[in-house]
C-alpha cells in the first residue's frame, strides 16, 4: 500500500477518534434518518454543537444530507460508513465478553 492511500485512510480513522461523533453515527445507524434538531434531542446536545459534528463527518463523506423544505435530515452516506460501524461495535463487543 502506498503513501497516497494511507494518509488519506489514516484522516479518516482520525474522524471516528472523536465520541461525540461516533455516537452521532451509532444514532444515525439506529434510526436511519434524522434532523439536527432530532439528533440534538437524542444526544442532549445543542443544534449547534450536533452541527459542528456533522460538518466534520459531511466533509469525510461519512454522512449525507437531504433537503426536505426548510428541513434537512442527515444519514449514513452509504453502505461501507454502516459495515464499518459495525465492524466496530462488533470488535469491541466481543473484547467484553
Known sequence: MNEQTLYPLADLFKVFGDATRI?????????????VSDLADALDMTQSAISHQLRTLKQNKLVKARRDGKQVYYSLDDEHVRSIIEAGLEHVEEGRL
Open 23 to 35: 455516537r452521532l453515527l451509532v444514532v444515525l445507524l439506529e434510526r436511519e434518518e434524522l434532523s
